[in-house]
């Protein structure tokens, strides 16, 4: 395993774990490149796991203006410096709005995974997106950083509370964000809309819901699987948006049983 931390201003921080087919997991707003941590520890007897770091997480060089377009290529120059084309993407909630933008954006693999995500993030330049960034920044503008306001936040993802190990694994992922880059991925969040792109997704995709899913809810994922030919839907039960780690082992069966169903691993 090693973790490797590019200079390249464009070139982000990742995590790499087997050799095999590549998959590449792309972490939500409030993980990093460890979010994926169980993930990689099942999958990567089979594959080579790369987990990234978005711009301005972990140890990613921020960017000075962080927008879709952005990411997307910052996910090419990771590739490009991997050389290979990936078996699948996995992209959960903000990631998930990222692989959407990649793949539209002319990016190739042979698979997508959609977890608890959405392909709309609400209606770029509504009211309601208006209310949620203000309600998103609010604490910055008290002063405040992600360190100080992370356990509420993911502990309110979580349908178990009694999960604290899992708990404080999120948390971990999200308090060292930083209060500017934070500020960044929020108002980047509201301008995502990909949804009348949907169809053009020509590979083998799996949307990936969670039951008690507030943030990306089941119904938002099954809608999105109508749009895509010939996606699959599956809603993983008894889990809240995190489930990636809330129940990280029936989440890893999803996806070995979607990349390859004779790899499927145990359930929770």
Known sequence: MTDSSPSSPYLPTYKE?????????????GGNRHSFDHQLAVLSPRYRCVAWDVPGYGGSPPVEQMDFTVLARCVDNLLSHLQAQPLAVIGHSLGGMVAQAWYA????????????????FGKPGSEWNQEFLAARLAPLEQGLAPADFARDLIAGMFHDASKGVAIDEAIATMAPLPADVYRQVIECLVTFDCFDKLPNITVPT??????????????????????????????LPAAGHLAYVECAQLFTAALADFLEPSAASGSD
Do not use: V
Request: hydrophobic fraction near 40%; charge should be positive; glycine fraction near 10%.
């Open 206 to 235: 799996l949307c990936l819901a969670a039951e008690f899913d507030k943030t990306a809810p089941a119904k938002a994922l099954a809608q999105m699987a109508q749009q895509i030919p010939g996606a699959q839907y599956e809603c």
């Open 105 to 120: 954006q002319g990016g190739r693999c042979e698979k997508l995974i959609l977890a608890q995500t959405t392909a709309r």
């Open 17 to 29: 774990q087997g050799s095999g087919p590549l998959l590449l997991f792309l972490h939500g707003l």
